[in-house]
């Protein structure tokens, strides 16, 4: 199965900041690459698809880059609807697999 | 707007069934593949099933193949997952997931999305003695 590895595991950080999340394959991937957002009891949500596409109703402040192995996900202006948990997820080969999660909180 | 909403999720005993079903709205599900995806209790995310639209095809994660059916009935835009042989492991939230497109095969090979654009809010499912 291919192995996906975020870092960082945790962040702290402030409304306005800029943040960046990683996420590397243990293969080259392509660009078949999605991003998640969980808060607690709440369903996941689909962020970017394609390493860069912005899912429709997604706002703009959120962004997707990065091919082969590896990969990022960057929120341009942290607003208080943020703070969650944030999955990187491959769709190159079956099983798809995620990532252990970036858990973003609040500084 | 597009909903799923999971159903069965309870407490078993190790060994045991369970059935859980995910009821569908806001799309058409008979074209629509759809996902079974869970996460145990602190840990992340982990994919289950997938079922394609018209249920000829599916594929289970190796964790669970041979226990667990994934199946369903277009005519009631349900999504079933029946859970025989459930082991501690098998604790967690599930949660149905649409997927962005349905299945689409050629002559040599299958392509599936594995992109999950609508979820469920989940079920809790609790394996214990």
């Known amino acids: 199965d291919i192995q996906l590895t975020q870092s960082p595991s945790s962040l702290s950080a402030s409304v306005g900041d800029r943040v960046t999340i990683t996420c590397r394959a243990s293969?080259?991937?392509?660009?078949?690459l999605n991003w998640y957002q969980h808060k607690p009891g709440k369903a996941p949500k689909l962020l970017i698809y394609?390493?860069?596409s912005l899912q429709s109703g997604v706002p703009s402040r959120f962004s997707g880059s990065g091919s082969g192995t590896d990969f990022t996900l960057t929120i341009s202006s942290l607003q208080p609807e943020d703070f969650a948990t944030y999955y990187c997820q491959q769709n190159f080969r079956t099983p798809p697999t995620f990532g252990q999660g970036t858990k973003l909180e609040i500084k | 707007e597009v909903q799923l909403l999971e159903s069965g999720g309870g407490l078993v005993q190790p060994g045991g069934s369970l059935r859980l079903s995910c009821a569908a709205s806001g799309l058409t599900f008979s074209t629509s593949a759809m996902n079974w995806v869970r996460q145990a209790p602190g840990k992340g995310l982990e994919w289950v099933s997938f079922?394609?639209?018209?249920?000829?095809?599916?594929f289970y994660a190796d964790s669970v193949s041979g226990r667990f059916t994934i199946s369903r009935d277009n005519s009631k835009n349900t999504l079933f997952l029946q859970m025989n042989s459930l082991r501690a492991e098998d604790t967690g939230v599930y949660y149905c997931?649409?997927?962005?497109?349905?299945?689409?095969?050629?002559?040599?090979?299958?392509?599936?999305?594995?992109?999950?654009?609508?979820w469920g809010q989940g079920t809790m499912v609790t394996v214990s003695s």
């Open positions: 997931a649409k997927d962005q497109r349905d299945i689409y095969c050629d002559s040599t090979h299958c392509s599936k999305a594995y992109t999950f654009d609508i």
């Open positions: 079922i394609s639209g018209s249920g000829d095809y599916t």
């Open positions: 394609a390493a860069s």
């Open positions: 293969q080259s991937i392509s660009n078949f």
